[in-house]
């Protein structure tokens, strides 16, 4: 009898592990499932206002001529001036990006790969952690955005790093790891990214490994690099992700070149990372 109860038990038992896990596997998929349909509706709503841009600038282009931009020398170097000969407006806001400023002022710019799931807003806040467990409507999300830090100078700076989770659904940074393949590489080399304020395009340079350190290591940090006032600057940075990469991409860069680094984690030692940063190109 008492062995029969201690079967019963441990039936129960078993039967109890079986029904978390599957709990645990339904609310992941669940939320696997809403993740992806936030992003697919921030797609969307940046497509419908690229569409409406395109379709006002073709009726514009009509109506009016384009207006010739001269270049004068001025206090602060080469001056922008109209055809009236008055200082020409600061860049405007690109059209499919207004809604989706409005509804988060965060929003810095948009990141995407081909072949690859990476089509996503890029943030940018005070608090350089928000991001990492917040989406793009400020709910708590174990998949965050993408995210850049407050110092990021993404109009001016050498370098700026682009920080995001590689989820196991692949979502995210979760693709990242394709680039460990050169073959995979060779095939997408371009990455294009926009600011608020124009479209740009980057050719990778260097794919690696590496991992955050302490503080008081004395080694290289590629997550530290931002600006390069110096020449000497510029090829530390960049004599060392050559020499780090995986593979040769044949990619070269000079000083006053501009950069952007993806960075997510990786598992090959602990805290581990995975870097790919690309040269500006467009």
């Known amino acids: 009898m008492k062995k029969k109860?201690?079967?019963?038990?441990?039936?129960?038992?078993?039967l109890a592990v079986i029904a978390v896990c599957l709990l645990l596997l339904v609310r992941e998929h669940y939320l696997s499932g809403q993740h992806q349909l936030q992003q697919e509706?921030?797609?969307a709503k940046k497509q419908e206002e690229t569409v409406k841009e395109a379709e006002e600038n073709a009726a514009s282009e009509i109506r009016r001529p384009k207006q010739l931009i001269e270049y004068r020398p001025g206090e602060d170097g080469l001056q922008a001036y109209g055809t009236e000969g008055e200082a020409a407006p600061a860049p405007a806001m690109l059209s499919k990006y207004m809604e989706l400023h409005e509804d988060n002022n965060d929003l810095a710019g948009w990141l995407s790969i081909e072949g690859m799931r990476i089509d996503?807003?890029?943030?940018?806040?005070?608090?350089?952690?928000?991001?990492?467990?917040?989406?793009?409507?400020?709910?708590d999300s174990k998949y965050g955005c993408l995210y850049v830090r407050a110092q990021a100078d993404l109009e001016a700076g050498t370098n700026f790093v682009?920080?995001?989770?590689?989820?196991?659904?692949?979502?995210m940074f979760g693709d990242l790891d394709l680039y460990l393949k050169e073959s995979?590489?060779?095939?997408?080399?371009?990455?294009s990214f926009d600011t608020l304020y124009e479209e740009r395009s980057y050719e990778i340079v260097a794919v690696f490994r590496s991992k955050v350190y302490n503080a008081?290591?004395?080694v290289f940090k590629y997550y530290q690099f931002y600006q390069a006032d110096t020449e000497e600057e510029f090829e530390d940075f960049y004599s060392h992700i050559k020499e780090l990469s995986l593979y040769d991409t044949?990619?070269?860069?000079?000083?006053?070149?501009?950069?952007?680094?993806?960075?997510?984690?990786?598992y090959h030692v602990k805290d581990g990372?995975?870097?790919v940063v690309a040269k500006r190109i467009v």
């Open 5 to 14: 109860t201690g079967i019963h038990i441990v039936r129960l038992i078993l």
């Open 41 to 43: 509706s921030l797609r």
């Open 120 to 139: 996503y807003p890029v943030m940018q806040c005070e608090d350089d952690e928000y991001y990492l467990h917040h989406d793009f409507y400020g709910e």
């Open 162 to 171: 682009i920080y995001g989770h590689n989820m196991k659904d692949g979502a």
């Open 184 to 191: 995979f590489y060779k095939e997408h080399a371009i990455i």
């Open 216 to 218: 008081d290591e004395d």
């Open 250 to 266: 044949g990619v070269e860069a000079q000083f006053g070149d501009t950069f952007l680094t993806l960075s997510t984690c990786a």
């Open 273 to 275: 990372r995975l870097a």
